[in-house]
């Protein structure tokens, strides 16, 4: 597996990362423990070497999980966690970013991964409440204590970037993109590179959309599936979405290659500093999908790329008009 660099940071990761979220969490009923355990394992046999999780997969279980696939390789990989919500009676009851609440997250997060540090810590969401240099210091100073190696943020925009930036260097940001989300390409990639921290895309492949396995009838299992409530996946946006599916199928013919390893590799040929983190439950994708970090791009293939999607309006918002509300600043 090849490597990159996340930014300026001396944080080296593979160039393909795991998103450990729907091995217990999210996308209807929880996998098998003790297959998601040696899926991970696996990953870490092909070359993976940065796991992404957060206590509030679950809450708390995605970590346990973590921990216990990682317990034989914790000094060969890199595991990401992330704080910012309150609990009760097992539940999220809403965004906290307080000092004392993220200190209390990293020491509860240690050990349930059992390990000395966080390699790298996000603000999962910003809080309206907490100025984000706040945040920051308190970052600053778990990396001081040794409790945390690398500071992140997820879902932000380029001024709460810059404005953490100031206090505490951020080693990478974490939002959704994909060919089907290319929002952070305005504002969020430029501030990233200007400032030298690195992007972990987390959908790579659209919420799966991009794999060509969902179409206008497919129906999302559980309660806690977001998808089945996102304009995106109604039945007429998915018949109308699905040409650019069908774009990709012709390019990854031309390639050899599958679906998600065009999207894949389109993800990681935009900047040598971009880890993405698909996530998957099944073996057979894993494999599929780390193959992407071998595929490469001409720079006439990546331009027919680019000019065919533009050519693609894609139906449906990423999310209702409630939520689409709640932009980052």
């Known amino acids: 597996m090849k490597t990159r660099k996340l930014g300026k940071s001396d944080l080296e990761v593979s160039a393909i990362g795991l998103g450990c979220m729907g091995m217990s969490y999210h996308r209807g009923p929880a996998p098998d423990r003790n297959a998601m355990i040696a899926l991970i394992r696996k990953a870490v046999e092909l070359g993976v070497t940065l796991f992404d999780t957060a206590e509030v997969y679950g809450p708390f279980i995605n970590e346990e999980l973590v921990d216990e696939a990682l317990a034989p390789f914790r000094q060969e990989v890199a595991v990401a966690t992330k704080f910012g919500f309150n609990y009760e009676n097992g539940k999220s009851t809403g965004l906290n970013s307080k000092p004392e609440r993220i200190c209390q997250v990293a020491d509860e997060s240690l050990k349930r991964l059992k390990r000395d540090s966080i390699d790298l810590f996000y603000q999962h969401r910003l809080d309206p409440n907490v100025p984000i240099e706040e945040v920051a210091g308190t970052v600053k100073e778990l990396i001081r ?3 945390v190696k690398h500071f992140g943020l997820c879902e ?10 100031a206090v505490q260097p951020l080693t990478a940001v974490q939002s959704e993109y994909s060919l089907m989300w290319r929002e952070p390409e305005t504002e969020i990639l430029p501030t990233l590179e200007a400032l030298g921290i690195g992007f972990v895309p987390y959908s790579p492949l659209g919420r799966g959309f991009l794999t060509g396995a969902l179409n206008e009838h497919t129906i999302f299992e559980g309660s806690n599936d977001n998808r089945a409530g996102l304009p995106r996946f109604t039945p007429e946006a998915m018949k109308a979405n699905q040409v650019l599916v069908d774009l990709l199928n012709e390019f990854g013919q031309r390639k050899r290659a599958t679906t998600s390893q065009i999207a894949l590799a389109w993800v ?3 900047k040598p500093w971009i880890v993405p983190i698909p996530g998957t439950t099944r073996l057979a994708r894993l494999e599929e999908n780390l193959k992407s970090a071998d595929l490469e791009f001409t720079a006439k293939e990546l331009r027919d790329l680019d000019l065919a ?3 693609i309006k894609l139906q449906g918002d990423r999310y209702p008009a409630d939520q689409q509300k709640q932009v980052a600043k």
């Open 309 to 311: 999607v533009s050519k």
């Open 145 to 147: 204590q040794g409790k």
């Open 156 to 165: 932000v925009g380029a001024e709460s970037i810059r404005s953490a930036q």
């Open 268 to 270: 990681l040929a935009q």
